[in-house]
């Protein structure tokens, strides 16, 4: 469970006016809604050390919203926030920083290419987290919907070699399905990376907590336990 090293993440995935649940990153498949401001509240309150904020309507349009991540973190304190969801260039995730974000979560921008991929670490330092996002072991981008044709091995590789400090893997085939988490996958980064990782997909009960703490990875990233009761509230921080 979370300790002083491993914490348990709150999620909170952002789809029109709703705080939403999809099941394997479908945009037409909503597993469950709540009211954000309140369920942020309701987590900071429970002693969330952080809150993830995905902006999914910003991950299909490539658009960041600032204003709205402005109003949520200002929701979340005293968490901090890793905010994610739209951001195509540094100069984006460096607006979300300023809007009060503490970190900046980065897929398909960051592993579009070397290149891109340092351009984001001399902006954001240890402050950005680098999302590998996975589905039939292939790296996915653009809000999930497309195949990148990375392997999540040599996307991990790519961003130690390049100086990331943090990546988030996530298991979408599991995503909302609360089938427990892929702890081969998060093996197989861990091994390439070489350092731990955030930890989601599937992810519904105290000993599935336990086992990804087991397995190495500084903290899990939950969302649908959480709002249907599957992992207590008393599990986060």
Request: hydrophobic letters at 50%; proline letters at 4%.
């Amino acid at each position: 469970m979370a300790s002083a090293t491993f914490c348990v993440i709150p999620a909170v995935d952002l789809l029109g006016d709703d705080a939403v649940r999809l099941e394997q990153g479908d945009f037409g498949r909503v597993a469950a809604r709540a009211r954000p401001l309140k369920l942020i509240r309701r987590f900071a309150e429970a002693g969330a050390r952080w809150i993830h904020l995905v902006d999914l309507d910003g991950a299909r349009s490539g658009r960041i919203r600032p204003d709205l991540v402005r109003s949520l973190v200002d929701a979340a304190a005293p968490a901090e926030v890793q905010a994610s969801g739209g951001v195509r260039s540094p100069a984006d995730a460096v607006r979300l920083l300023e809007a009060g974000a503490a970190r900046v979560v980065v897929g398909t921008a960051a592993l579009a290419g070397a290149a891109e991929l340092e351009s984001f670490v001399a902006a954001l330092g240890e402050r950005l987290v680098v999302a590998i996002d996975v589905r039939d072991r292939r790296v996915a981008a653009r809000g999930w919907l497309d195949d990148t044709g990375l392997e999540p091995a040599h996307a991990a590789r790519r961003c130690a070699e390049a100086g990331v400090k943090r990546v988030l893997c996530t298991a979408i085939e599991r995503d909302g399905m609360l089938a427990g988490p892929d702890l081969e996958l998060l093996r197989e980064v861990r091994e390439a990376w070489g350092l731990p990782v955030l930890a989601a997909g599937g992810i519904s009960s105290e000993a599935d907590v336990a086992a990804v703490a087991a397995s190495g990875c500084e903290g899990a990233v939950v969302g649908r336990a959480l709002l249907d009761g599957s992992l207590p509230l008393s599990a986060v921080g």
